[in-house]
């Protein structure tokens, strides 16, 4: 048990002092982008610029995605990184990102 409480504390101190994005993509049977990248963003010290930042977070991950890479995990951690490169580049900060490709057809 103490484990378990151990990891949960520790995630939530990532939480509290880096933040969290999600990226969400929208790929058809071709794996192109069929919709513009969703970003959410919590606890990243950004909100004056959330919008150009957001933008910018969905921008990477669009070209991310369109990198032709066929293998799911492999696509999933470019994103992941793209994003997170943006956040650090903004904050100095290494959120947590979490990536969800939602495959059409």
Known sequence: RKFVRHDVGRLAHA???RGY????LILDAK?????PPSIIAQGV???EDRA?????CGE???K???SGERNEDKLR???RLAVRRVATSWTGKKPIVDVLLIRQG
């Open 15 to 17: 939480l509290r002092s």
């Open 77 to 79: 951690e470019s994103i």
């Open 52 to 56: 150009d930042f957001l933008k910018e």
């Open 45 to 47: 010290p950004v909100e």
């Open 64 to 66: 991310a995605a369109s």
């Open 31 to 35: 794996g192109k982008l069929a919709a």
């Open 21 to 24: 994005l999600s990226a969400t």
């Open 60 to 62: 990477a991950a669009g």
